[in-house]
């Protein structure tokens, strides 16, 4: 007969297999794979560098600010390249925790996820499933939002809305989801382009449930249930977006932010303040482009109280105020800085970003974050030499729809839409480059860069055209300092 105590042993160690399944007596070993090239290995980590694993979509504190240090300044040649790997089509960032580097792509007619070693990108698993979606703006085919690693587990969302929870030791499928499915939902301009979030015990997705709502939705991370779904009748007109939603503790409270709003006749949007526990809406605040084929991209960027949110164009940025009770008020808005599909970043008292739809006439810009009145923006171009059949070309190349890292000593790592690389002082003052290289020559250079234990990720998204018409790839650097 079982005691009491018997009973809660039980009991515990089946919630305790739950919460943390037991670990695989035989998980995969990394093994060589096809497109793989190893270069060379990193240096070791200076012994008080400090390192991050950058698990989601705009890093660990969902802001594009890393805590790293220790990190070196490169040469004209450009940092040492560790490894690459050939890659298929898609936008979607790499994610890293515990060494391992998870990418979603597509090959041929599959969506694909691989998991990687990060310092040799040797592969440990792959999970596949087909996808039928084609771009229909002549844009590639594969999946735009980031995988996020939480607790042992994989959480992807495809550009048909198929969403998977995968076991991070062996690529097992845990739960799944088709989204589009289930909420009868159209395919949006550009698929799906939304990073899920994980909060707390839940996956939170903006999937723009219209005309009836929800506008967001929240899973149960490790049983895949549906937990809640906003209720609010403004947001319920609101489709979803390629912002992704961002958590933040705001006034002593924990909420996250939704900035909703994709393909719409009239277009609708805006932002929502969610509590993360049961879905309830704070507030709903309109701001969306008058233009039909416009969209939401740009994250909600947390700052302190305050919020920022911002759309090209034409509609600009706002800055909200957010109150202990709950409500908002606007500090300011500014038609100076409307990103497109980029994060701007806070620094000292003023704001970063890209101003424009771009490619061409799209500025570095800072705004004073007290005022939002515009301090200085910059286009920035390099004059760049290509070889051709015809003999040697120049060509104008600007930074363009780039992407901004922030890291503890002040300076930003950028990398522009064409695969320039660069260390830059930014400051009210001005625009000061410290380090400039070109790493590739291609486009679409659009997927933010991973910086993660002193390495650094980035997407070649389509060819280079100076080094023998290499296709799209992923790409480790080492940008470790010197380990004393």
């Known amino acids: 007969m079982l005691t009491i105590k018997s009973v809660k042993i039980i009991l515990f160690l089946i919630v305790a297999c739950i919460i943390a399944p037991p670990a695989f007596s035989n998980p995969p070993v990394a093994k060589e794979q096809e497109g793989l090239t190893f270069h060379t290995a990193p240096k070791p980590l200076a012994v008080d560098a400090v390192t991050q694993d950058w698990p989601s979509f705009l890093g660990p504190t969902h802001n594009a600010i890393s805590g790293e240090t220790k990190l070196a300044d490169f040469p004209d040649a450009g940092p040492t390249l560790v490894w690459e790997v050939k890659r298929g089509s898609g936008y979607a960032a790499p994610a890293i925790a515990g060494g391992r580097v998870v990418m979603i792509h597509r090959l041929d007619d599959n969506e694909v996820v691989d998991c990687l070693e990060a310092d040799t990108g040797k592969r440990f698993w792959r999970f596949s499933y087909p996808t039928t979606y084609r771009d229909r703006y002549g844009l590639n085919d594969g999946p735009r939002a980031a995988p996020v690693i939480d607790s042992g587990f994989v959480y992807t969302y495809g550009v048909e809305g198929k969403l998977h929870c995968l076991d991070l030791s062996t690529g097992e499928v845990k739960w799944k989801h088709d989204l589009l499915d289930e909420y009868k939902l159209p395919q949006q301009f550009f698929g799906v382009g939304d990073t899920p979030l994980v909060e707390g015990d839940h996956v939170i997705i903006n999937v723009g449930a219209v005309p009836n709502g929800p506008c967001a939705v929240a899973f149960n991370k490790i049983t895949g249930q549906r937990v809640w779904g906003t209720n609010e009748k403004l947001s319920n007109t609101w489709g979803p977006s390629y912002a992704s939603p961002i958590p933040a503790t705001v006034n002593g409270v924990r909420r996250v932010f939704v900035f909703a709003g994709g393909e719409s006749r009239p277009p609708k949007g805006g932002l929502l303040s969610i509590d993360p526990v049961n879905g309830k809406v704070d507030f709903a605040v309109k701001h969306r482009s008058r233009t039909y084929e416009s969209v939401n991209a740009s994250s909600p960027l947390i700052i302190g109280n305050q919020v920022f949110i911002s759309a090209c164009y034409g509609d600009g940025g706002t800055l909200y105020n957010l109150l202990p009770d709950g409500t908002s008020t606007e500090a300011w808005t500014s038609l100076s800085l409307g ?139 080492d940008l470790r300092g010197n380990a004393k």
């Not at 890209?354 to 200085?376: I, M, Q």
């Not at 291609?442 to 933010?448: F, K, R, Y």
């Not at 910086?451 to 790839?473: A, E, K, M, T, W």
Request: aromatic fraction near 10%; proline fraction near 6%; hydrophobic fraction near 35%.
């Open 339 to 477: 990103t497109h599909f980029m994060n701007a970043i806070p620094k000292d008292g003023y704001l970063y970003g890209v101003d424009g739809h771009g490619p061409l006439d799209c500025p570095l810009v800072c705004l004073n974050l007290k005022t939002g009145e515009e301090v200085w923006r910059k286009e920035v171009n390099f004059r760049e030499t290509f070889e051709t059949t015809n003999g040697p070309q120049k060509r104008d190349l600007g930074l363009a729809r780039c992407s901004l890292i922030l890291v503890p000593d002040g300076r930003f790592l950028c990398l522009g839409e064409y695969g320039h690389l660069l260390w830059l002082d930014l400051s009210p003052k001005g625009y000061k480059e410290l380090n400039r290289t070109w790493l590739f020559a291609a486009g679409e250079t659009w997927t933010g860069p991973v910086l993660s234990h002193g390495l650094l990720y980035v997407c070649q998204n389509s060819r280079d055209i100076l080094h023998g018409s290499q296709g799209p790839r992923l790409l480790c650097y």
